[in-house]
């Protein structure tokens, strides 16, 4: 049912880096293998993200969340020059700084971390998938222990457990870390500039007066 609404009603199916048709001849033998629902659902969240588009999600797969976990460490991580880095810490014993780099969660190097989550998450950008992978690499069961392998400022390699008490529910997860300067200005070049995470409803007609 999901793959003919993609093949008769999708608009952007030419823009799906491969042919539809063969995404129904791999997908009908992985549903057929499926023991329970967790694989069951699994599948499904793989079958969405063939198609490339950040509109497409899985709903109601509550046996695939409850094996994976809902809960983060208090910690946030980005995808910077090809590497996984600490851009937010939320709990100062964590045990872990900004700027240092991940490299391996739970004993999984952080390269095939990172790929098991993209096979599940559909994203119309690499830059998109970037930052749902980003947000979903430390999840696991509530106060589990995220172990994780992390290079320090200073080049060396050390461990750290560190207890996943955040819910992906809470908004800090999401929340942009605030960059100092003013929201509007306009810059020596003479462009514009704006930083709309942080410009308020009632600032909008002030900003197009002053740009």
């Known amino acids: 049912r999901f793959w003919n609404v993609i093949n008769y009603f999708f608009p952007y199916k030419h823009l799906i880096e491969e042919p539809w048709n063969g995404v129904l001849t791999r997908y009908i033998p ?3 293998a499926n023991k329970d629902a967790v694989d069951y659902q699994t599948t499904l969240y793989e079958l969405a993200s063939e198609t490339h588009d950040s509109h497409v999600s899985v709903r109601n ?3 695939f969340w409850v094996k994976l976990g809902t809960f983060s460490a208090p910690v946030r991580l980005s995808y ?5 880095v ?5 709990d100062g014993n964590a045990g872990v700084k900004v700027g240092e780099v991940v490299t391996a969660i739970d004993d999984v190097p952080i390269k095939q971390r990172r790929e ?5 998450l559909p994203a119309s950008t690499p830059q998109s998938l970037a930052s749902r ?3 979903s690499l430390l999840l696991g069961p509530k106060d589990s222990q995220a172990k994780l392998s992390v290079r320090g400022l200073d080049g060396t390699t050390r461990n750290v457990s560190v207890p ?3 819910s992906m529910d809470d908004p800090k997860v999401y929340e942009t870390a ?3 300067g003013p929201v509007v200005q306009v810059l020596p070049s003479g462009f514009g500039y704006v930083d709309l995470e942080r410009l308020q409803v009632a600032e909008v007609n002030q900003m197009f007066e002053t740009i």
């Open 133 to 135: 992978v980003d947000y």
């Open 61 to 63: 797969a509550n046996k």
């Open 80 to 84: 910077i020059e090809k590497q996984t």
């Open 164 to 166: 996943r008490t955040l």
């Open 86 to 90: 600490v851009t937010a810490v939320f």
């Open 30 to 32: 992985k549903f057929e």
């Open 178 to 180: 605030q960059r100092p």
């Open 116 to 120: 098991y989550f993209a096979n599940l």
